[in-house]
Every structure is written in C-alpha cells, then in structure tokens.
C-alpha cells in the first residue's frame, strides 16, 4: 500500500534552515509528481510546493518562492523540502503528498511538525 512518511521537523528560530524528507513506498515514485502542503496551527491546509516526475519543473506559493526548495531523490524514492529563512509565520505541519496523475492529491503523509520560534 501507499506509504509516505515525513521526517526532518523540530524547532528551529526565525532566519534559520531546516530540510524535510518524505519517503515514498507502495507506488512508482518516479512517475508521480509530488506536492508539499502545510496546515498552521487554527488555520486550513495551504499549498507549499510542487515537484514533477522528472524533478526539472517545480512551483512554489507566493510566500515561499526564493526561499524553499523541493527536490527529489528518485534512486532512493525521496522527496525534500530545503526551508532557508524560516519566519513565525511557517510554523506549520508538513506533510507530502502524491498526485493521482489528474491534478489532484490522492495519498497523505501523517506530517512533521515545524516550530519557528525564538
């Protein structure tokens, strides 16, 4: 079955860097395109970032561009999350998901809890 399994959260203080993985399982890693999305603590899921099979065409919310940076690593069917530059505001759970090859989110990760905070 479809496993996604995020690790890398913690605490980390405004201006500082953290780096999320998501191991994949259960599914052709390679032919997937590939979402990060967040929820903050009161509020709704938002979008992060998305990457292709290929890892070559990614995009990125308005408020993190320049800042994060998904990646993937096909031989070990990974996905990342390089966050430089964290601010309160990203305090969040992370979570990876798959796409269902219709635009789409069909699999989820249970997420790793992200702290920006001094």
């Known amino acids: 079955q479809v496993q996604l399994v995020e690790s890398g959260g913690g605490l980390v203080q405004p201006g500082g860097s953290l780096r999320l993985s998501c191991a994949a399982s259960g599914f052709t890693f390679s032919t997937s395109w590939m979402y990060w999305v967040r929820q903050a603590p009161g509020k709704g899921l938002e979008w992060v970032s998305i990457i292709d099979t290929g890892g070559t065409t990614t995009f990125y919310a308005d408020s993190m561009m320049g800042r994060f940076i998904i990646s993937r690593d096909i031989a070990k069917n990974t996905l990342h999350l390089q966050m430089n530059s964290l601010k309160s505001e990203d305090t969040a759970v992370y979570y990876c998901?798959?796409?269902?090859?219709?635009?789409?989110?069909?699999?989820w990760g249970k997420g790793t809890l992200v702290t920006a905070s001094s």
């Open positions: 998901a798959k796409d269902n090859n219709y635009a789409a989110m069909d699999y």
